[in-house]
């Protein structure tokens, strides 16, 4: 029996700010459109770097910055404007805590573990459990549409790549099985977070002209430019290689508001108008300047039905690449 599409969308993240980072015009898209709308959040991010002095006594301090982080969490959610946000680790139950199992960088674009891993890392924790708990809230959503990083966690945190291994787990684990809050619920399409090489690269071209400069001001002196011929992180790929695309303009006051509200992560977040590369800048911890990009992207992940074969009808400002 076929279930018709109730045009739900699931995004599964590692940490607080990697939604509105990854996913938020769609999750803003999606939220505008009237259809259901649920983030799982793997930890709290006890191990991000902390932005500007007046959070500086938060890093450090895991516990403390994972508090502060859920609050700047629920910020970003209510500005694109979804409601249904739950910890995968208390699905999971059992006195269970999953933590930020923290990284380092080992290239300009690569991230990697830690050496000092800590014990209730969510990269040591039961891959089948974490899936299961993830499995529960795919039975009990149904979503149609279910969305994560692609393989290599976007950039190579071991967060990131672990939330997608227990991502691919879960949608196999939901659509096999049944139990108490649900039957059985087979997911028509997943998604893997995306950007095109090609746009990318003009981007960050362009982070380095005059509209950049003219949005940013004096902060532009506290920042780098990144390397437009340095070897792309993992979510880039060819543009040919694109498969659904969100259009950012129509929602990229939602998500610049998201992103602010993610104070101890994301700074110099700044709307840039003029140029066609890009629609708005930001920098993380590193200081490097990032932009957001016209459209945000996404591939289907293997074994994925396309909408067309789901019957599901992409909200307006989501069309598929042709």
């Known amino acids: 029996m076929t279930t018709a599409p109730t045009g739900g969308l699931l995004a599964v993240h590692a940490h607080p700010d990697d939604e509105s980072l990854a996913t938020g015009a769609?999750?803003?898209t999606w939220a505008a459109a009237g259809r259901p709308v649920t983030v799982v959040t793997a930890t709290r991010g006890e191990r991000g770097e902390v932005i500007g002095r007046?959070?500086?006594?938060?890093?450090?301090d895991g516990p403390a910055l994972a508090e502060h982080r859920v609050g700047e969490l629920d910020g970003a959610l209510a500005a694109l404007g979804v409601t249904d946000h739950g910890f995968l680790d208390e699905v999971a139950g059992h006195g269970t805590r999953y933590e930020d199992s923290g990284m380092a960088w080992v290239g300009a674009t690569r991230a990697g573990a830690l050496e000092d891993v800590p014990p209730a890392a969510f990269v040591v924790a039961s891959l089948e459990d974490a899936a299961d708990a993830l499995a529960r809230v795919?039975?009990?959503r149904r979503p149609d549409v279910v969305v994560t990083y692609e393989p290599?966690?976007?950039y190579g945190h071991p967060d990131h790549v672990r939330t997608h291994e227990v991502t691919r787990l879960a949608l196999e684990l939901a659509a096999r099985e049944a139990d108490d809050v649900g039957p059985a619920h087979a997911v028509p399409v997943a998604l893997w977070a995306a950007q095109g090489r090609a746009a990318l690269r003009r981007a960050h071209v362009a982070l380095g002209g005059d509209a950049v400069l003219a949005a940013l001001g004096p902060t532009v002196e506290t920042l780098e430019l990144?390397?437009?011929a340095a070897e792309p992180a993992s979510v880039a790929v060819l543009d040919d290689e694109l498969d659904v695309v969100v259009d950012v303009a129509?929602?990229?006051d939602r998500l610049l508001a998201a992103l602010r509200a993610h104070a101890t992560q994301v700074q110099a977040v700044r709307a840039v108008?003029?140029?066609?590369?890009?629609?708005?800048?930001?920098?993380?911890?590193?200081r490097v300047l990032a932009p957001v990009l016209p459209v945000e992207a996404y591939r289907y992940a293997p074994g994925s039905l396309r909408a067309e074969q789901a019957r599901l009808a992409w909200p307006a400002g989501v069309r598929p690449v042709a």
Do not use: Q
Request: proline residues 11%.
């Open 26 to 28: 769609l999750l803003a």
């Open 54 to 60: 007046r959070w500086a006594h938060l890093e450090g």
């Open 138 to 140: 795919l039975r009990s």
């Open 152 to 154: 290599g966690g976007g």
């Open 226 to 228: 990144p390397d437009p």
């Open 250 to 252: 129509p929602v990229r």
């Open 273 to 286: 108008d003029g140029d066609p590369a890009l629609l708005a800048c930001y920098a993380l911890s590193n």
